[in-house]
């Protein structure tokens, strides 16, 4: 079946330092999405991409899309406390009906 | 206001107990899916609905029973079966001709006593 994994699984980072999560599948997938979940909340969309090498920026945030639409990585520039939380990607391969979430990646930030 | 609630937001199960979580969204979604989230750990998806009268298993569905009578409602059951149900769970709905987004509900705690 479609598994996708993320590393790190925990990042404990300085305020200000930058922080990146991967995001690998062991399928090719049509499309990818990313979440955000604060601590004791839901996740909460960020962003799709679906071209291969598609890279697209959201303030300090970059993602993108590896060119064999195997992975995936989130860079964040300049943490800040509100970026606190845990990241997940999430992908479909083509032959599949449903999304599969990455194991996610929690993000500290120390003020 | 749209969006999609659930409810409770704790609930408490004692032991051989079946228990339903409500899951309700007016964003005219056709797609509806739930999902359990253990501590520190990601998503896993029990069971989803593409559309009305029609729902599939997840990856872990044993223990759990859905239906998907009217478009905006999706009740998740977790019977006595599920020896270990304390977890979070999320119930989702997306829009099935648009991107991918699933938008989540505030989720339901559930505790074992």
């Known amino acids: 079946g479609q598994q996708v994994m993320q590393i790190p699984q925990y990042q404990h980072v300085q305020e200000g330092e930058d922080f990146t999560t991967y995001c690998n599948s062991s399928?090719?997938?049509?499309?990818i999405q990313w979440y955000k979940q604060r601590p004791g909340g839901h996740p909460v969309f960020l962003i799709q991409?679906?071209?291969?090498?598609e890279v697209k920026k959201q303030k300090r945030l970059t993602f993108q899309f590896g060119e064999a639409k195997k992975n995936s990585s989130l860079h964040i520039t300049a943490t800040q406390t509100t970026d606190v939380g845990t990241y997940f990607c999430?992908?479909?391969?083509?032959?599949?009906?449903?999304?599969?979430f990455g194991t996610g990646t929690k993000l500290q930030v120390i003020p | 206001d749209g969006g999609i609630t659930q409810s409770p937001k704790y609930l408490f199960r004692k032991e051989g107990q079946n228990v339903t979580l409500s899951c309700e969204q007016n964003l005219n979604h056709d797609a509806m899916y739930w999902y359990r989230q253990d501590p520190g750990q990601g998503l896993r998806l029990i069971y989803y609905?593409?559309?009305?009268?029609?729902?599939q298993k997840g990856d872990i569905a044993e223990g759990y029973s859905v239906s998907r009578e009217k478009k905006e409602s999706f009740p998740l059951t977790v019977t006595s079966a599920q020896k270990n149900p304390t977890a979070f769970y999320l119930c989702?709905?997306?829009?099935?001709?648009?991107?991918?987004?699933?938008?989540f509900g505030p989720g339901t705690r559930l505790l074992v006593l």
């Open positions: 999430a992908g479909r391969s083509g032959g599949y009906q449903k999304v599969t």
């Open positions: 991409l679906v071209k291969s090498g």
């Open positions: 989702a709905s997306r829009d099935t001709g648009g991107l991918e987004t699933q938008y």
């Open positions: 609905s593409q559309i009305v009268n029609d729902f």
């Open positions: 399928t090719t997938l049509s499309n």
